[in-house]
């Protein structure tokens, strides 16, 4: 096994992609020596990944949809967070902007994280 190295450039990401890709196909056992690597491995590609792929932040409105659709919500269980029923219509097609204080009480009450609502 090669020594790890930061990752500068994009033939070196490729290589840990691939290596990596091996330890997905069987995954070590916890606390032995390829576990570390594969550890050390992963974070070496996440700093790559942070500095050269920036990603941008979902959409309000989709992160709202995403999340409905994960907990098999309906647009009446939006009432106590965003107001009667014509205005989670109003929010949900685009016509009407999320208020601070509707932002909060998505993220409370349905665990969506505060930045992703703000647009």
């Known amino acids: 096994m090669k020594e790890l190295k930061p990752i500068h450039n994009d033939a070196v990401y490729e290589s840990a992609l691939?290596?990596?890709?091996?330890?997905?196909?069987?995954?070590p056992t916890p606390g032995t020596k390829k576990a570390d690597r594969f550890e050390i491995l992963l974070l070496l590609i996440e700093?790559?990944?942070a500095k050269h792929y920036l990603?941008?932040?979902?959409?309000p409105i989709e992160a709202i949809k995403f999340r409905m659709e994960?907990?098999?919500?309906?647009?009446?269980?939006l009432k106590p967070?965003?107001?009667?029923?014509?205005?989670?219509?109003?929010?949900?097609s685009r016509?009407?902007?999320?208020?601070?204080?509707?932002?909060?009480?998505?993220?409370?009450?349905l665990g969506i994280p505060a930045h992703?609502?703000?647009?």
């Not at 691939?18 to 995954?27: C, N, P, Q, T």
């Not at 990603?55 to 959409?59: E, F, H, K």
């Not at 994960?70 to 269980?77: C, G």
């Open 116 to 119: 992703s609502l703000i647009f």
């Open 81 to 92: 967070m965003i107001g009667e029923l014509n205005r989670v219509y109003e929010v949900l």
């Open 70 to 77: 994960q907990a098999n919500l309906k647009p009446k269980d």
């Open 18 to 27: 691939a290596e990596a890709s091996l330890y997905f196909d069987r995954e």
């Open 95 to 109: 016509k009407r902007s999320l208020t601070l204080p509707m932002i909060r009480r998505l993220h409370t009450g």
């Open 47 to 49: 700093s790559y990944e």
């Open 55 to 59: 990603m941008s932040s979902p959409d």
